[in-house]
Nanobody, 121 residues
Framework: QVQLVESGGGLVEAGGSLRLSCAAS????????MGWYRQAPGKQRELVAA???????NYADSVKGRFTISRDNAKTTVYLEMNSLKPEDTAVYYC???????????????WGQGTQVTVSS
């Protein structure tokens, strides 16, 4: 029905950069928001960055000034540009979409499969 396919994770040294992508496909009428979450071992999943349909964004305090969320013109792919990475950014990063399917009026949430980001010190 809906697929969120993530890419761009990997291993990087502290201070380096990575760019994550999340491509959405399916019977999507419109997006309310798309965002990135992360989950480190032994910790709860947390919001990293979100981008709403109107263009507003919000970021976790820990990534402000280092990470940037954006989307393509078709608004079906969301990106997370991560700069000045720190070892504490190591986690599995998940894409999330809050969207409405064709033929429905109710918002639904979908998750990607996750992509590992590892930052070495």
């Amino acid at each position: 029905q809906v697929q969120l396919v993530e890419s761009g994770g990997g291993l990087v040294e502290a201070g380096g950069s990575l760019r994550l992508s999340c491509a959405a496909s399916g019977s999507i009428s419109r997006f309310n928001a798309m965002g990135w979450y992360r989950q480190a071992p032994g910790k709860q999943r947390e919001l990293v960055a979100a981008l709403r349909s109107g263009g507003t964004t919000n970021y976790a305090d820990s990534v402000k000034g280092r990470f940037t969320i954006s989307r393509d013109n078709a608004k079906t792919t969301v990106y997370l540009e991560m700069n000045s990475l720190k070892p504490e950014d190591t986690a599995v990063y998940y894409c999330n979409a809050d969207l409405i399917l064709y033929g429905s009026t109710w918002p639904q949430h979908y998750w990607g499969q996750g992509t590992q980001v590892t930052v070495s010190s």
